[in-house]
């Protein structure tokens, strides 16, 4: 029976593909984790008065 979806697992730079693919997650894990944020509301704590 053949594949009906082909997976590309026969690709000739598949090596360089799966090395580009984890290596782009791993960058995005660490600037969501460890880079900058928007940072905190100032106005999330404050009174009303102070708004």
Known sequence: MEI???TGHEHPELLW???S???SFAL???VGAYGP???????ADA???EE
């Open 28 to 30: 995005g894990v660490g």
């Open 17 to 19: 593909i799966a090395v």
């Open 21 to 23: 693919a984890v290596a």
């Open 4 to 6: 009906l979806l082909h």
């Open 37 to 43: 944020g928007i940072g905190p509301d100032p106005a």
């Open 47 to 49: 009174s009303p008065e």
